[in-house]
């Protein structure tokens, strides 16, 4: 428990971006912010991360690393994996993950993860890791997100407690990134390979840009790309979004 300094707080706009803040201040890697509700929660691409007063488990992770943000690729799904073996331990069977950053129960969406980096292109890096489960959703809570979600009271028997949860991610987290610092994502490949939940089905990769490939899934890289088998044979992607 001594890894981490825990600050739990009643609101804060956002989780990622009230550590950004305190990381640049100088705050120890294993600080965490938790909260019961964001104001203005963030998701990847700049969209909005929706829940209700106690609906969700939100929180961010400072995690300092040594090497360059070039080194830390696949680093957001190595936190998918941690995220899924906590979430599976806490009773919520047949666990899924999507590229790069969706946990998925029964096809919908569970838990989020951000990843924002800051510092030189060579190191340190300032990681701060957000991630938000979903653990008792509201219809209203459901009807704003504007996509199919699921929660753990449907996903467990039981719902499990929201600090003893928060307690075993950070647990996984803590051992997964020890890992990760030393050996990459490569080793944690098989493992999201097995939860893959698009795994050679026919999807469409919309990049950045606004451009479209279609293809077969195959999975991921050692170095986290997504792996599309198009006409032109296996392609490579470090960013965009499936469909």
């Known amino acids: 428990a ?135 959703l509201s219809d209203a809570t459901r009807a704003r997100i504007g996509q199919a979600a699921a929660d753990l009271e449907t996903a467990c028997e039981a719902v499990p407690d929201r600090n003893q949860l928060l307690a075993a991610v950070l647990i996984e987290l803590d051992g997964m990134l020890e890992a990760f610092g030393r050996d990459g994502f490569a080793p944690l490949r098989e493992e999201w390979l097995q939860r893959h939940a698009q795994q050679g089905r026919r999807v469409t990769l919309t990049l950045p840009d606004g451009a479209r490939r279609r293809g077969h899934a195959r999975g991921v890289a050692e170095d986290g790309a997504f792996l599309l088998e198009t006409r032109a044979g296996i392609q490579r992607f470090h960013s965009g979004e499936i469909s």
């Open 2 to 136: 001594g890894r981490f300094a825990l600050d739990v707080r009643d609101t804060v706009d956002s989780t990622n971006t009230a550590l950004i803040e305190r990381a640049a201040q100088g705050a120890p890697g294993g600080t965490v912010i938790a909260a019961e509700w964001q104001a203005a929660g963030r998701g990847r691409l700049g969209r909005a991360w929706h829940a209700g007063v106690g609906e969700a488990l939100t929180f961010s992770l400072l995690w300092r690393s040594a090497r360059g943000a070039g080194a830390l690729s696949g680093l957001t799904l190595a936190v998918g994996v941690a995220l899924a073996r906590a979430l599976q331990e806490a009773g919520a069977g047949g666990v899924a993950l999507k590229w790069p950053n969706d946990v998925l129960w029964q096809g919908r969406k569970l838990a989020g993860v951000l990843t924002e980096l800051q510092g030189d292109a060579l190191g340190p890096t300032a990681v701060v890791i957000g991630i938000g489960i979903n653990v008792r």
